[in-house]
């Protein structure tokens, strides 16, 4: 028989798909996705499960659940202490992200050229935000963002709405250069939260 998922785990999940079954807007999914993720980041128990989670590091993500009908993804990344992260886009796929332990900074950038010209990118950071335990943020299509790792190893939760890796290149920013260019997403390793 299959292990029995984490209780706190299967709620969220469980609520996540009530949210989806009652609303056809992905921008609403996602909001509200955000405020369950809050209370799912927040939660002691799944704070003290993730110090065993493995490091992400390589360009992966821990593949927690993808619901097989509304094609949600709920991933994880471990970050090592001082991991750097560069400057990128989601595609249309809307992200909620959690800082579960640890601390991160989000950096959001505007573009300022209109895209025409093949291969540059004109970005300027706009802000920062610090996430610690209990934190979300929701970053919406094509916005461009970097996550950073704080000074101890982090974890991070992250529902998406759709998996993206895989299947649709992603936006990928050199701010110094100006340049951008199109890359996989990260690699996907299933980890049941058990
Ligand atoms: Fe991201």
Redesign the pocket.
């Known amino acids: 028989m299959a292990q029995q998922r984490l209780p706190v785990f299967q709620k969220f999940i469980d609520d996540v798909r009530a949210v989806w079954a009652r609303e056809k807007s992905t921008e609403v999914r996602m909001k509200a996705t955000t405020e369950l993720l809050r209370g799912l980041v927040s939660n002691d128990t799944m704070l003290a499960h993730s110090r065993d989670w493995p490091s992400t590091e390589g360009h992966k993500n821990l593949l927690l659940y993808e619901d097989p009908d509304y094609g949600f993804v709920v991933n994880a990344v471990v970050r090592t202490p001082g991991r750097f992260g560069s400057v ?1 886009d ?1 595609a249309h796929c809307w ?1 909620a ?1 959690g800082v579960l332990d640890g601390t991160e900074k989000l950096e959001r950038f505007e573009r300022l050229d209109d895209g025409t010209k093949d291969g540059f990118a004109d970005v300027r950071m706009t802000s920062v935000t610090e996430g610690k335990h209990g934190s979300v943020d929701l ?1 919406a299509p094509y916005d461009i ?3 950073q790792g704080g000074p101890t190893r982090s974890v991070a939760v992250i529902v998406r709405s759709e998996r993206v890796a895989g299947k649709v290149l992603q936006g990928r920013y050199l701010p110094n250069e100006k340049k951008t260019y199109q890359g996989e997403g990260p690699t996907q390793v299933p980890f049941e939260l058990t």
Do not use: K
């Open positions: 990128h989601h992200t992200y970053v963002h970097a996550e």
